[in-house]
C-alpha cells in the first residue's frame, strides 16, 4: 500500500491534518524518514527532505511529487554546519517557514562488536550523525521557530538509548542516549517560546538498516522472541507515533521520551 493510501485508509488522521505546515524531516531517503516524509505530504504538509545520499532524497521527492505533493529535495550532511545552515536557508526562501524539524538521520557503524576493538572513527561518525547533526539542525531553525511563536522538533533515540543496543555497538547506545539529554535540555529551554520537543525512541523496525544488521532468520527470530508484542516494528508504527507527535495532539506535551518498542522498553 502506498503512503497515500496508508494515510487515507487508516484514517486516523484528517486528509488535511498538516495542510500548509511545513517540515524539514532529516534521513528522508531512506526508511522511517522516508515513509514519513510521504505520509506529511500526504496529509498536506510540505516537506523538506533532507538525506547525505542525494539521490535518495531527490527519488522521495520526486514519488512524492507525482502523488501531488509537495516537496523540496536537499543533499545535506547533518554534521556539516554549512550544508545544515544552507538547507535551513533553502526551506526557508522556498516556504518562508519552519514549523517541524524531524532529526530521523543517523548513522549507526558495524554490526555489534565489544567495544574495546570499536575504532575511534565509528564513535566519531555515531556521534556526529546522530548527536551534533541534531544538535545543528535545532540550532538552525530555533531562530525562525522563536520568531515565528512556536514549532515542534521531534528527535529520534531508540531503545538502544534507553538501555543498551542489542545489535549495535558502545558509540550507538552512548550517542542515542546524548540525543535524550539533548531533548529534555532544549525542551526547558524553549517552552517559553511554544517550541516543543519530544524524542520518540524505537524498538527493532523491519527495514534495510536491521536486515543488514542481522546474520540470518534465527538471529531475527531471537530478536523478535525478546519483542513482548512478538514482533519487530514495521516502520508504519513508527510513524504514525511521529504524526501524533508533529500534530495538535500532542501540544501539551514536551520532553517526553516515547518508548514504541513492542514492550521491550519499561521505563
Ligand atoms: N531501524 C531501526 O530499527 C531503528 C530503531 C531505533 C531507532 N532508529 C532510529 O530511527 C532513525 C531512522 O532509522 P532508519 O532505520 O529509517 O534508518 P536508515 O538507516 O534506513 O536511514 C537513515 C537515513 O539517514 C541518512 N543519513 C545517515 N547519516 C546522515 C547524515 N550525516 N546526514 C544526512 N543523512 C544521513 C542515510 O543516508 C539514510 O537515508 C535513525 O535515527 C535510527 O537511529 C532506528
Known amino acids: 500500500m502506498s503512503a497515500v493510501d496508508h494515510a487515507r485508509a487508516t484514517g486516523l488522521f484528517a486528509p488535511d491534518a498538516f495542510a500548509g505546515r511545513v517540515v524539514l524531516v532529516t534521513g528522508a531517503g531512506r526508511g522511517i524518514g522516508k515513509l514519513l516524509a510521504e505520509r506529511l505530504a500526504a496529509l498536506g504538509a510540505r516537506v523538506a527532505l533532507c538525506d547525505i545520499v542525494g539521490d535518495r532524497a531527490q527519488a522521495t521527492a520526486r514519488g512524492i511529487a507525482e502523488t501531488g505533493g509537495e516537496a523540496l529535495a536537499l543533499t545535506v550532511d547533518v554534521a556539516a554546519e554549512g550544508d545544515v545552515e544552507r538547507a535551513a536557508g533553502a526551506v526557508l526562501a522556498r516556504w518562508g517557514r519552519v514549523d517541524v524539524l524531524v532529526n530521523a538521520a543517523g548513522s549507526y557503524g558495524a554490526a555489534y ?155
Not at 543496543?165 to 558509540?171: F, K, M, Q
Not at 527470530?221 to 510513524?239: H, K, N, W, Y
Not at 507515533?241 to 501540544?251: I, Q, T
Open 113 to 267: 562488536r565489544v567495544t574495546h576493538e570499536t575504532p575511534v572513527e565509528e564513535w566519531d561518525s555515531v556521534f556526529a550523525s546522530n548527536v551534533r547533526g541534531s544538535f545543528l539542525c535545532a540550532k538552525a531553525v530555533l531562530p525562525h521557530m522563536v520568531a515565528a511563536g512556536g514549532g515542534r522538533i521531534i528527535n529520534f533515540a531508540s531503545n538502544a538509548g534507553r538501555s543498551v543496543s542489542p545489535l549495535l555497538g558502545c558509540s550507538y547506545t552512548a550517542a542515542k542516549t546524548a540525543v535524550i539529554g539533548m531533548t529534555r535540555h532544549l525542551s526547558r529551554e524553549y517552552a517559553r517560546y511554544g517550541i516543543l520537543v519530544n524524542t520518540i525512541a524505537p524498538g527493532p523496525v523491519e527495514g534495510e538498516r536491521v536486515s543488514g544488521l542481522l546474520r540470518d532468520a534465527e538471529e531475527s527470530e531471537t530478536l523478535s522472541g525478546q519483542i513482548p508484542i512478538g514482533r519487530l516494528a514495521e516502520p508504519a508504527d513508527i510513524v504514525d507515533v511521529v504524526l501524533f507527535m508533529a500534530s495538535d495532539a500532542s501540544r501539551y506535551m514536551t520532553g517526553a521520551i516515547l518508548d514504541v518498542s513492542g514492550g521491550l522498553i519499561l521505563a
